[in-house]
């Protein structure tokens, strides 16, 4: 497809840059680590602001940038892309955008390097290299069926660990099925999210969970990975288990899809509009018992 060689006004760069990086979706990365690093560490410091402005933007706009760059061919052909679905970017913000995560998240990096130990190193830098290996070669996990979706969860759920590791936490079991519950949720919600694209994958020769499995089969292991995500939160601290209603909202918004063909996957796109807000409802009362857990250790 040829592209205008009028140059770019600054306005329509930061206006794709800013589509590219899902607004929407910024608070999914941000808020783990503010929460994370700020019930372990119980203030607010320039680490705590520092970091969470990390994941907020920079963060998102490197994970799903360069998911844009090159999955730009694809995108081309699907309906859903543009808006809170993401972008498809003029190909001439190709190399900008690439630079521009680049170049937000450094600074940050660098900051949280040299206030970080060894071990929250080696977590950001995990965390890192599979937001940048989701989606670019050689690896591009997001090609390798139910790597896909783990890979995707970490995206999510490596925020909270990072903010943990960084504050030097004492890990126990019940943090631990905390992470997992977040965890299994990640992989349920990408695997549901997959399912709308089933068609559109396949003709564009791409392989996903949804692709590979199909598209019941993948609402299925999305119902059962959100079941366990509750179950897992029944092991945890008081109030943690009051939080093992929260998967519920999602059992409920993914439940209608339960018979779903591959030849009608795309009327999930539906229910992914509800899981959208879904997950403000679940953050409002995560954070309330998050708000609880805190006062009855404080």
């Not at 299994?184 to 996903?208: C, K, N, P, T, Y």
Request: aromatic residues 14%.
């Amino acid at each position: 497809m040829s592209q205008s060689r009028t140059p770019l006004r600054v306005s329509t760069i930061i206006g794709q840059l800013f589509v590219a990086s899902r607004p929407v979706s910024w608070v999914n990365t941000a808020y783990p680590f503010a929460a994370a690093y700020l019930l372990a560490t119980r203030q607010i410091d320039a680490t705590l602001i520092i970091g969470a402005i990390f994941f907020l933007i920079p963060y998102n706009l490197a994970m799903y940038g360069i998911n844009d760059v090159f999955d730009y061919e694809t995108d081309l052909r699907n309906p859903r892309k543009g808006g809170a679905h993401g972008a498809v970017l003029d190909r001439r913000m190709h190399r900008i955008t690439l630079w521009a995560a680049t170049v937000s998240c450094l600074p940050f990096v660098v900051y949280l390097l040299i206030v970080g130990s060894p071990a929250s190193w080696i977590v950001l830098a995990a965390s890192l290299f599979f937001v940048v290996f989701y989606s670019a070669p050689p690896l591009r996990l997001k090609e390798v069926p139910f790597a896909d979706s783990v890979t995707s969860s970490i995206h999510f759920f490596s925020p909270a660990v990072y903010g943990l590791v960084l504050a030097g936490v004492a890990w126990t079991w019940q943090l631990a099925a905390v992470i997992v519950a977040f965890a299994l949720w990640g992989v349920a919600s990408h695997a549901f999210g997959a399912v709308q694209d089933v068609v559109a994958d396949r003709e564009a020769g791409i392989s996903s969970i949804a692709t590979v499995r199909g598209a019941r089969w993948t609402v299925w292991f999305a119902l059962v990975c959100y079941a366990a995500a509750g179950v897992m939160m029944l092991t945890t601290a008081w109030p943690g288990p009051l939080a093992a209603l929260v998967p519920l909202l999602y059992i409920a918004t993914v439940w209608p899809y339960r018979s779903i063909t591959d030849d009608t996957a795309e009327t999930a796109t539906k229910g992914w509009g509800r899981f959208l807000w879904v997950n403000q409802i679940a953050g409002f009362v995560v954070t309330l018992l998050i708000i609880w857990y805190a006062l009855l250790t404080a």
